[in-house]
């Protein structure tokens, strides 16, 4: 997963560069350059479902401490402070992204 999530980071970093399209609207009505903008919108999916399982996985593993009383004191990450604290999946996703 970590190494599928670097590649998609890698690859917004490539899709945010400019294209002639940002310098001339006109065109951007035309062409799609390269197909970015539909590589944009995939890369956004593929990126909500990596992140949506990362909030599952820890939800689930905090469903399972309650149950068997194991609930671990060390520190907690980003994704199960924000859980603790009742903030929407939406919003965990947008500030991890």
């Known amino acids: 997963v970590a ?8 690859e917004e970093f ?9 310098f ?3 065109l951007r009505k035309v062409v ?3 197909g970015r903008e539909r590589r944009m919108v995939d890369v956004a999916n593929r990126s909500d479902v990596i992140l949506q ?3 599952d996985e820890h939800r689930s593993r905090r469903k ?6 194991s609930r671990e004191e060390e520190s907690k ?7 603790s604290e009742g903030y929407s999946d939406d919003i965990i996703k ?3 992204n």
Request: net charge negative.
């Open 14 to 22: 490539e899709l945010s560069g400019t294209d002639p399209g940002d």
């Open 53 to 55: 399982g990362m909030i």
């Open 3 to 10: 190494r599928e999530y670097r590649e998609l980071i890698k």
């Open 77 to 83: 990450t980003m994704i199960e402070t924000m859980l």
């Open 24 to 26: 001339l609207p006109v």
């Open 94 to 96: 947008g500030q991890i």
């Open 64 to 69: 399972r401490s309650d149950a068997d009383g």
């Open 32 to 34: 799609d350059f390269k």
